[in-house]
């Protein structure tokens, strides 16, 4: 019984494991996740939630990261911090547009937002 028990929990956890997806359900969900990530350093798991464009944008930062001195560095994640804070997302002429804030100078962003096979992705190629 509790070996049939276990390989039935084995085989449940690779049937499940094959449906997960990454992205979110909604945009404000993917945007939040992405940026947590982000301020983490985490290059690899935010991709997950970013289009192609936007992983290729990540690539670069992260190998211009890799590349810099200590100084440098502390300065990128500096730039790259944001206590997220989501102010709104709306459609605007057919694209999801997230607002958010605040980074390094209290600043506002402009994140769009793409949905693809039902996941709201980070869609920033510039």
């Known amino acids: 019984m509790i070996k049939t028990l276990g390989i039935g929990s084995i085989l449940l956890a690779l049937v ?8 979110k359900k909604t945009p404000e969900d993917a ?11 985490d290059f690899d798991n ?25 100084e440098e560095r502390l300065l990128m994640q500096q730039n790259l911090q944001m206590s997220f804070k989501l102010l709104q997302c709306n459609e605007i002429d057919g694209q999801m547009i997230c607002k958010v804030c605040c980074g390094a100078d209290s600043s506002e962003a402009t994140v769009p937002m793409v949905q693809r096979d039902g996941a709201w992705l980070v869609d920033m190629p510039e």
């Not at 945007?31 to 350093?41: P, Q, S, Y």
């Not at 935010?46 to 200590?70: D, P, V």
């Open 46 to 70: 935010a991709n997950k939630y970013a289009t192609e464009a936007t992983q290729k944008r990540l690539h670069l930062i992260r190998t211009e990261f890799n590349m810099s001195n200590a």
């Open 31 to 41: 945007a939040r996740t992405f940026f947590e990530k982000l301020n983490k350093m």
């Open 16 to 23: 499940w494991s094959g449906c997960v997806t990454y992205g």
